[in-house]
């Protein structure tokens, strides 16, 4: 309880930031459906948020340094806020990408800002139950901001109002806390290429894990819409994929840590193309079947980063952590700044079931370079332990990284590991 309390303001901010960006994307797809925007414009506003998240992982322990931490979530946020309560003043595609973008700089700020405030005060008796706390606020305000869709008109100023509100309570429990903020941590070097050094399947399978999430989660409102479902069954249809994903982190990181992590993978990924499939096949069964469907979506494909991070992490020395998990989050941005805008173009020119086409391709791809890779060389020696890997900011890194070094008797000055290769 003493932890819980301790961290309230922190938790309570990420809820927050969570109904209000959560609940955008899949508001702005139905909204641009209502206001006659085109499938790739709504798509476009998808890659937008991704290039706003990119520059603002960048962006934040910059302007953390010069401001502090307080100032720095004050400023984020407000961005996002703007963004969102522009979007009913000017009615265009182009101009609501312009906006996007700043939910993205809001989203990659704040949570910059947060982890690494948590990163600052967690010891390493607590930051197992912290770390569990964090995922279970992330997650459960992301599973919510889902199903409010259902009650959200579209291109209402009233819908937009309430995310902005929700944008803006999230400045309060973090700037009036009465906890010292603690020194602002040394940002991380953006070394993509060392992702790719040490291990190309998991940058590949982070690639793919930004497909498939970043194109469901910004383009599937217009599938969902295109297959017959009303608004209020869209939101359980997002938040079907967002529980499926929840609930495979459990199975999936028992099964990569006692079986070969690239099997895993490859498995993984197969159920992924199969669940494309069964999702295509059922769209006609009826709402309960659709949803279904999704959820086993969100099973089979949201682990897909989080064992490919692994994987790469039983390859990496004690000092590579910290840069291999900001190098994936680089990759991952990346994949996600593409994937919304490639699938609304594919689904313009041959239907809705494009998309889960053009996720099952990618999946397919992966399946393909795993078994090659196998082939290339031999399982790590040693594992770190399978962790929730949240693709939130580059420094989130950090409070990963003493979780990996924590299992199988690692140390941080270990350097006798597998080379990074």
């Not at 994936?328 to 313009?348: V, Y």
């Amino acid at each position: 309880m003493r932890l819980l309390l301790s961290f309230a303001a922190l938790f309570l901010s990420v809820v927050f930031l969570q109904l209000s960006s959560g609940a955008v994307a899949p508001l702005d797809a139905l909204s641009g459906l209502d206001l006659g925007f085109t499938t790739q414009q709504i798509g476009l506003l998808g890659s937008a948020h991704f290039v706003g998240f990119f520059i603002g992982c960048w962006w934040a322990p910059r302007l953390m340094g010069s401001v502090g931490h307080s100032r720095a979530f004050a400023a984020f946020t407000a961005m996002g806020a703007v963004g969102i309560l522009m979007h009913m003043l000017i009615l265009d595609p182009y101009a609501w990408a312009a906006m996007r973008v700043a939910q993205g700089l809001c989203i990659a700020g704040s949570f910059t800002v947060i982890e690494a405030w948590l990163q600052a005060k967690v010891t390493n008796a607590t930051r197992g139950r912290t770390m569990g706390t964090y995922r279970v606020a992330d997650m459960g305000a992301s599973l919510a901001a889902q199903l409010m869709i259902g009650v959200l008109e579209p291109a209402s100023y009233v819908s937009y109002n309430i995310l902005a509100l929700f944008c803006c309570a999230a400045l309060l429990p973090l700037t009036l806390t009465t906890v010292r903020p603690p020194e602002t941590p040394e940002a991380p070097r953006l070394r993509p290429g060392l992702a790719l050094a040490i291990s190309p399947l998991a940058v590949a399978g982070v690639l793919v894990a930004a497909v498939s999430s970043a194109a469901f989660r910004m383009v599937g409102p217009v599938y969902g819409s295109q297959v017959g479902l009303a608004a209020d069954q869209i939101a359980f249809f997002l938040a079907a994929f967002v529980g499926g994903g929840a609930l495979a982190q459990y199975p999936a990181g028992w099964l990569a840590d006692k079986l070969d992590r690239r099997w895993v993978l490859i498995g993984f990924s197969m159920a992924a193309i199969v669940s494309c499939a069964v999702t295509v096949a059922g769209s006609g069964l009826g709402t309960g079947a659709v949803l279904a469907i999704a959820g086993l979506f969100g099973l089979t494909s949201f682990p897909v980063y989080s064992i490919s991070a692994a994987h790469a992490h039983d390859f990496a020395r004690s000092d590579q952590r910290v840069e291999l998990s900001a190098a994936h989050m680089f990759w991952f941005a990346t994949g996600a700044i593409f994937a919304p805008w490639l699938s609304s173009a594919l689904i313009d020119g041959f239907g809705p079931a494009a998309l889960f086409a053009m996720i099952a391709v990618a999946h397919g791809g992966l399946v393909a370079f795993g078994l090659i890779r196998m082939r290339a060389r031999p399982a790590a020696d040693r594992r770190t332990p399978y962790v929730w890997a949240p693709r939130t900011s580059f420094v989130v890194g950090r409070l990963m990284a003493a979780i990996r070094e924590g299992a199988n008797g690692l140390r941080r000055d270990d350097e006798d590991g597998p080379p990074g290769r």
